[in-house]
């Protein structure tokens, strides 16, 4: 299977679809008042996948099957749904969206729902807060998200007042105007950016992708920015399997 998530864009209507670590014993002197359940969160990991306009966060579950290192094994994943609203560019059409999208294709100069992303990117601050009240290391949290949920993972992981594991943009854009960079936290400037595009991409263009990472070093945030020759609007294998390598790279275990 060539794509996990594909894109069907019919005339009147755009719809995106489809789209741990192992608890490791030390011979070292026990820390005081730590339980096993405290050690267990603090080595485990948690990955939040954000989906795209008109999906549902169970449909892309299966991408947590391509992690098979043993490093994963002690991964929470959480796969949240967007509420139901209507879209400007599916002409007022109610469906799963994280924020409003005015036009289709998405170009580095569209015109952006700031006040929409915004309330999105609390709700995606909430559901952080409630994993790190569970004693998972914010080094161990890393924000994903495919195409509007890319675009909803980059303000997020920007505007959260720690420094995460990292967030992995797919095919996303920057969803806020210039004048939100000068918010971003000093810990947030430190929270790595996996930027992957497909160059063949006519929904959100790859030019899109491109204006982001000059952006995000201007700012003081380090992005990765990996292009993908011939990928549409959709992801690959490829991606995903460099993407596991990435975070696998990053998690850190308690000692």
Not at 11 to 31: D, E, G, K, M
Not at 68 to 76: D, K, Q, Y
Not at 113 to 139: C, F, Y
Not at 146 to 151: E, H, K, L, N, R
Request: one cysteine or more; glycine letters at 8%.
């Amino acid at each position: 299977m060539k794509h996990i998530i594909s894109l069907v864009k019919p005339v009147v209507l755009v719809i995106i679809t489809f789209c741990t670590t192992v608890l490791l014993v030390f011979l070292s002197p026990p820390r005081p008042y730590s339980s096993a359940g405290d050690l267990m969160a603090r080595s485990r990991s948690f990955i939040l996948w954000l989906h795209g306009l008109g999906d549902l966060g169970p449909a892309n579950e299966p991408i947590k099957t391509l992690f098979t290192s043993a490093e994963f094994r002690n991964t929470v994943w959480s796969f949240p749904s967007a509420p139901s609203s209507p879209v400007t560019c599916n002409f007022g059409s109610v469906m799963p969206s994280w924020f409003d999208i005015y036009e289709i294709p998405i170009t580095a100069e569209s015109p952006k729902d700031e006040n929409g992303v915004l309330r999105a990117v609390q709700k995606v601050h909430a559901m952080i807060d409630k994993e790190l009240d569970a004693g998972t290391s914010p080094n161990n949290v890393f924000i994903c998200g495919f195409s509007q949920g890319g675009a909803l993972t980059l303000a997020s992981v920007l505007l959260y007042p720690k420094t995460l594991g990292g967030g992995a943009v797919f095919s996303g854009w920057v969803p806020f105007n210039s004048s939100i960079i000068e918010k971003i936290p000093q810990d947030a400037k430190r929270t790595p950016i996996l930027w992957s595009h497909g160059m063949a991409d006519r929904t959100v263009l790859f030019e899109a992708g491109q204006a982001g990472p000059p952006l995000l070093e201007q700012a003081g945030v380090s992005c990765t920015f990996k292009a993908y020759p011939g990928l549409g609007h959709s992801i690959s294998n490829e991606e995903l399997h460099h993407l596991e390598s990435w975070i696998k790279s990053r998690l850190q275990s308690s000692s």
